[in-house]
């Protein structure tokens, strides 16, 4: 009996240590359960986020590849075009020298029919 009396009077004087130590095993308790739930839900948000990483990456490679295709395209198109002038520019050259041969050939040498036909044929003004 008289270690009973003194752990009371001990537990008066001190009564918040032996609370504590009951507040923290049940806090213990209680959260190791939720531990395991909130450790799930990381790992979960976790594989999300590595999951919107990838397609993400995916995404950006598709438009990188699109852009490439778009500008290859381009350039192919330009090239082209650039390629028809330049063959059209000959032709109409071409086509030019034989309209000035023939002026050349009809003018019987005369320098003034010659100028103003070619100036007809190219419209061009006499800056006289």
């Known amino acids: ?6 752990a009371w009077i001990w ?10 130590v ?12 939720n531990a ?4 799930d839900v990381l790992e979960a948000k976790k594989e999300s986020y590595d999951k919107q990483i990838i397609s993400l990456k995916e995404n950006h490679k598709k ?9 290859k395209r381009y350039h192919d198109t330009i090239k082209e075009l650039e ?6 520019s000959k032709v109409l050259t071409k ?25 007809e044929l190219f419209n061009l003004s006499s800056s006289d």
């Open 63 to 71: 438009e990188l590849s699109e852009r490439d295709k778009l500008v």
């Open 36 to 39: 395991q739930a909130a450790l």
């Open 83 to 88: 390629t028809k002038y330049a063959e059209k």
């Open 22 to 33: 009951a507040w923290s095993v049940i806090i213990w308790m209680i959260s190791r359960k």
């Open 95 to 119: 086509a030019n020298k034989q309209r000035v041969k023939e002026i050349v050939e009809k003018a019987n040498g005369d320098p003034e029919a010659i100028r103003k036909k070619i100036e």
């Open 1 to 6: 009996m008289y270690h009973i009396k003194l």
């Open 11 to 20: 537990l008066k004087a001190n009564w918040k240590v032996p609370l504590f």
